[in-house]
Structures are given as C-alpha cells and as structure tokens.
C-alpha cells in the first residue's frame, strides 16, 4: 500500500504546537488561494454563487504584504439576517499565509471570538479559530465557490 506523502509543514507537528498553528496558516492559505487565485484582490468586494449559499467577501484593509478580509454566509433577511461564519482573516501574501483574526461574536462560534493581546494562551485560542477558518475554506471549495477571474460574479452594489 503507497504511503500518503505528508505536507512539510505537518511533519512532526502537534495540534495546538506553535508548528502546528503555523502548518494550518499556511494550509488556510493555499485553500484561500484556491478560493480567490486572484491574491491581491482586484476588487472590493465578490459574492460567489454556491450550490446551498452565497459567500461574500469584503476586503477591509489593502497593505504592502498583507490582506485582512471578511468572509461570510448571510441567512435571514431583513432585521433577522445573520452572518454565520463571519470570519475576518489576514492574508501574508509574502509569507504565503492565512489567519484567522477575529471570528464575529455574534455567530453561534462565539467561543472562537478574537484575541485580544498575543500572550501565553494565544496557541489555545488561535487554533479553534483557526481551524475552523481551514475546514470552512474546504467547504466553500467544494460547495463550488470562487472568486476567481472570470468565474467571480461582481458585486457592483458598492
């Protein structure tokens, strides 16, 4: 039987390590750039058509190396309409990786909220949020979403 070949990044790392947490922001980030290859986003903000949802992503902040992003589901309409995940995330374009940074406290996640300061808990609390960020891009991948080139439906409501 083949063995499976193991990421680099995975190799010796342990769940809630520092190398573990910097495996999954960098296995975020090749999923994110599955989802949008597009990195430095020409645009402000795209909605993508999936097969149960539409996802919608905002760019918040443009900087020389990094990206910071939201990206959500919106169900409801109206006063009831909720954003669920609503994840915002740093992308290190340079570093080739993908955090999640604060994940809406309002959302049923709300143990995943953000972190205030970096101290000695934040492997504890980084890797949940983080981790839900990598499983959630997994969805939206093969739910069909995308936000690249001339598959990326426009949003020309800005």
């Known amino acids: ?32 750039e599955r989802l949008a290859p597009e990195l430095d986003l020409p645009f402000d903000t ?17 900087c020389r190396y990094t990206t910071t992003l939201n990206l959500t589901y919106w169900f ?13 995330l740093r992308v290190y374009r340079d570093a080739e990786l993908a955090e999640a940074i604060y994940c809406d406290a309002r959302s049923r996640y709300a143990a995943l909220a953000g972190v205030p300061n970096i101290d000695e808990d934040v492997l504890s609390e980084q890797w949940p ?22 598959n990326r439906p426009r949003d020309d409501t800005r």
């Open 129 to 150: 949020r983080n981790l839900l960020l990598n499983k959630w891009l997994a969805y939206c991948l093969a739910q069909g979403h995308g936000f690249g080139g001339a």
């Open 76 to 88: 409801g309409e109206g006063e009831a309409a909720r954003a669920d995940p609503d994840i915002t």
């Open 46 to 62: 795209a909605r993508s058509l999936g097969e149960e949802a539409t996802l919608y992503l905002r760019v918040i902040e443009r």
């Open 1 to 32: 039987m083949p063995r499976l070949k193991r990421n680099h990044w995975l190799a010796g790392a342990e769940p809630r390590s520092f190398t573990g947490l910097m495996g999954l922001y960098e296995s975020n980030f090749r999923r994110f």
